[in-house]
């Protein structure tokens, strides 16, 4: 169930400072001087689905018989510390999937292949702005766009059913709490939405026009103390209150997905 569009999420692809050399299985790199040369690629998990990631394993195998491909799959809890450690080191993987927030930092330290000339040849042409300006960082690109998703509303039909609530005719805010009261029956949540799921916060918060920073005179300020921002925290503490999502926790701690697999939670934020 779509009520409006909450936040976006998007990865970005960004390629390390080693990818030029590439790590080697057979003593050979990748300059055309013969052998077998492996790349080493960081995603994380569930970006892609299983068969999606056989189709571009063998098709990659295919085009590019001389690179023997290591996808190896990452966890995002604790990603951040790994990513700088490994930048750090002369181990690092070759092509890293980030964050759209992480790119700067990433970029920063000096970790990252510049990718600007190569921008045109990437199709950075037909990429949408707003997945293609979290990947550059000083007017220069690092990141290329790999996906992106929306947060929703999702939905248990049987427990809006037994509750007696049409999804369809949910329009307004105050309709959505007035339903989510409602779906609170017994031990039943209405929703589980925990005190830190950042990303559906931000949704709220530009869906009232305002912002979590704004740039002035070249320096970034806070702006979450405006009325606009300030009108968004408040309906996320309001509907919030209306489960038993702890307050100082993220949605994957526990992981929000498994709790509304118990079968007594209405309604969760997601992509």
Wanted: proline fraction near 3%.
């Amino acid at each position: 169930m779509k009520f409006r569009m909450l936040a976006g999420t998007s990865s970005l692809l960004v390629l390390t400072a080693l990818l030029s050399a590439c790590s080697s299985g057979s003593g050979e790199t990748a300059d055309g001087s013969g052998g077998t040369s492996e790349l080493t690629v960081w995603l994380m998990r569930d970006s892609v689905s299983a068969a999606f990631q056989k189709e571009f394993t063998d098709a990659f195998a295919k085009a590019h018989p001389d690179f023997d491909l290591k996808i190896q799959i990452q966890e995002w809890d604790g990603i951040g510390q790994k990513v700088t450690a490994a930048l750090a080191s002369n181990d690092a993987p070759d092509v890293i999937e980030v964050g759209n927030t992480q790119v700067a930092q990433y970029a920063q330290s000096g970790g990252l292949v510049d990718l600007t000339d190569k921008k045109a040849d990437l199709g950075g042409g037909t990429w949408l702005n707003g997945l293609g300006e979290p990947g550059a960082w000083k007017d220069r690109q690092y990141g290329i766009p790999y996906y992106a998703a929306n947060r929703v509303v999702v939905y248990r039909k049987d427990l809006f059913q037994r509750a007696g609530v049409d999804p369809a005719e949910l329009r307004t805010r105050e309709q959505w709490l007035a339903a989510t009261r409602k779906l609170n029956r017994g031990d039943q949540q209405g929703i589980y939405l925990t005190g830190q799921t950042w990303y559906a916060l931000a949704g709220f918060i530009w869906d009232e026009g305002g912002d979590l920073a704004v740039q002035e005179g070249g320096t970034w300020k806070g702006a979450l103390d405006t009325p606009q921002a300030l009108a968004g925290m408040r309906f996320y503490e309001e509907l919030q209150a209306l489960g038993k999502g702890p307050k100082d926790a993220d949605e994957a701690n526990p992981p929000q997905a498994e709790v509304m697999a118990g079968g007594k939670v209405a309604q969760i934020i997601s992509v």
